[in-house]
């Protein structure tokens, strides 16, 4: 059992259009991450949010953390090629120590 | 800083051989994390360090996976003997601990094991 969801597990898009990712869990996380990873390399973190509500932005990519600290999006604003990959998000929390859960990860493909 | 350093970057073996990964972390991180990553079960926590000491093992699968950190700039993955269902890419990652704000993980680039 996958204890975060992340949803769409697939997306494919032209660029130039709008998407959103979500991170959802019925459990309360002390701080969530995305991370993206390319083909044949290792994840990269894109983005930590650790309060309630806190909405970051990285350019053209916006993150949410909702409220009650149990679920998160992340939103592309005019997709590009380049950010085609795997998204991945990934919560900590007092239950878990100093690990990392992975949601599944949301696979976007963005057509030129 | 060039970064978590893992060899070999591909490896194809045989059923029954084993097989060891290697990886060095970022210096000046304390702790390191290997993971697996299959398309059925995504990444997969297998085993982490804090100061060269295993803090928790609880997703090594099973005997056959070992892993050895014997100083602060490397650590081995071991799986012998190994079968088919073994592969997949394994990643090193190490972090600094943060007490607060969440502890960035720095992956390396992964080794993509096939057992044949």
């Known amino acids: 059992t996958q204890l975060l969801k992340q949803s769409p597990q697939f997306l494919s898009i032209q660029e130039g259009e709008n998407l959103t990712v979500y991170c959802n869990s019925s459990s309360v996380f002390s701080s969530l991450q995305w991370y993206r990873q390319e083909p044949g390399e290792g994840p990269v973190l894109l983005v930590t949010v650790v309060t309630g509500g806190e909405v970051k932005k990285l350019k053209r990519l916006t993150f949410q953390f909702g409220d009650a600290r149990k679920d998160s999006s992340l939103h592309i604003t005019a997709a590009q090629p380049g950010d085609t990959g795997l998204y991945l998000c990934a919560g900590t929390n007092m239950e878990y120590g100093n690990k990392l859960v992975f949601g599944a990860g949301t696979i976007l493909r963005v057509k030129s | 800083d060039a970064g978590v350093i893992q060899s070999p970057r591909h490896e194809v073996t045989e059923m029954g051989q084993e097989v060891t990964l290697r990886c060095k972390p970022i210096?000046?991180?304390?702790?390191l994390f290997w993971y697996r990553q299959t398309m059925m079960r995504g990444l997969e926590l297998l085993i982490y360090f804090n100061n060269n000491v295993p803090i928790d093992d609880s997703g090594m699968p099973e005997d056959r996976f070992s892993a050895k950190m014997p100083n602060a700039s490397f650590s081995t993955l071991k799986i012998q003997p190994s079968e088919p269902r073994d592969s997949a890419v394994y990643f090193c990652?190490?972090?600094?601990?943060?007490?607060?704000?969440?502890?960035?993980?720095?992956f390396g680039p992964g080794t993509r094991l096939t057992v044949l």
């Open positions: 210096s000046g991180h304390d702790y």
């Open positions: 990652a190490s972090s600094r601990l943060r007490l607060a704000g969440g502890n960035e993980q720095f």
